[in-house]
């Protein structure tokens, strides 16, 4: 392994998601593992501007596996958009003798990972912590299964009262710009419709196909919807459009919003935030840089960072025609 890394800085950028603490407990404990510094940088690049830091050690990151959110804190940072926040940045990677990054976020996070990387060849290794699994290069980031988890639970919740009140419910759930966690959730809670970015169906379709329902004897239903969802302007209006012209049905809507991304990170979470930690330390340590570790076929892989950013992660076409059988 390359002697030329004895310290490594590492935060959490962008959206927080379930995971990310069992990713720096595992970052920093694989740091301690090979007898090199850890560097814990408070939120995220605008504590790098502003040498938010803190060494940390084995024992720093005690009890925080089963925990959600961030102990190192997350923020959007827009002075690291400019290149005198990124001049800040550097000069305080030199004063702290900190020699690589392990970046823990969303493709906000990599993209200035890498423009940190062209501009001073700083080396940098990302791990993608997004409740939206919206990357490409891993099949999983860290806090979707926790999410989809935690969606399941909420969308039974609504079936029961739902039932009850022979009401139609249209739950949005997040992701901005993908479905996954709409089309996983509502399969996995056996809603009867699934509104997603990906595909457009039209207002009228979905109108039809809830007309088909109600004659076909349901009595309550619900519809999963992703909050990037092109298919009615928002959740809101598109309940009162159906509401409007199905009569029969009483409607009520319930955005998840935040709690999605709180909570006790869910075992697969904590397995693979471990091993993703591991993985990117020992990367950086063999000389790599500019690299996202993620996961395939349950085994870790690096993917270069701007295809990571670049790439789009594919709705799974397969499980798309699962949920339309399972809705008839
Ligand atoms: O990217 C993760 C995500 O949770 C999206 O699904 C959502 O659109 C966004 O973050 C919300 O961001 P904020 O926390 O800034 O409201």
Do not use: W
Not at 122 to 141: A, L, M, R, Y
Not at 147 to 167: F, G, P, Y
Not at 251 to 266: A, E, Y
Request: aromatic fraction near 6%; include cysteine.
């Amino acid at each position: 392994m390359s002697k030329s890394i004895k310290r490594i800085g590492v935060m959490t950028s962008g959206g927080d998601s379930p995971g990310m603490n069992a990713a720096i407990r595992s970052v920093v404990r694989t740091c301690a593992f090979h007898h090199i510094d850890c560097i814990g940088i408070y939120r995220g690049y605008q504590g790098m501007i502003e040498a938010d830091f803190k060494l940390m050690n084995a024992r720093s990151v005690n009890n925080i596996i089963n925990k959600g959110g961030t102990i190192l804190k997350s923020a959007r940072s827009q002075d690291f958009r400019t290149k005198e926040g990124r001049r800040k940045a550097y000069d305080n990677m030199v004063d702290h003798e900190i020699d690589a990054l392990v970046l823990i976020g969303g493709d906000g996070t990599f993209t200035g990972g890498m423009i940190f990387n062209q501009e001073y060849k700083f080396p940098v290794i990302g791990i993608p912590g997004t409740i939206d699994n919206d990357i490409f290069g891993t099949s999983f980031t860290l806090g979707y299964d926790t999410a989809l988890n935690t969606a399941v639970d909420a969308i039974d919740k609504i079936r029961d009262t739902a039932s009850s009140h022979n009401r139609l419910f249209f739950v949005e759930v997040m992701g901005r710009d993908v479905g996954h966690i709409a089309l996983n959730a509502g399969v996995g809670a056996g809603a009867e419709e699934i509104l997603i970015p990906e595909e457009d169906l039209g207002v009228e379709r979905l109108l039809e196909s809830l007309k088909r329902s109600k004659k076909s004897g349901k009595s309550s239903s619900i519809v999963v919807v992703a909050e990037g969802d092109k298919t009615g302007k928002n959740v809101f209006e598109l309940a009162e459009y159906i509401e409007k012209n199905l009569p029969d049905y009483e409607v009520r809507v319930s955005v998840l919003g935040h709690m999605q991304r709180g909570g006790t990170p869910s075992c697969y979470d904590r397995v693979l935030a471990s091993r993703m930690g591991v993985r990117a330390v020992e990367s950086l340590l063999e000389g790599k840089s500019n690299y996202m570790v993620g996961v395939a076929n349950d085994k870790m892989i690096l993917t270069p960072l701007d295809k990571a950013v670049k790439g789009k992660s594919e709705i799974d076409a397969e499980l798309l025609r699962v949920s339309d059988i399972m809705t008839t």
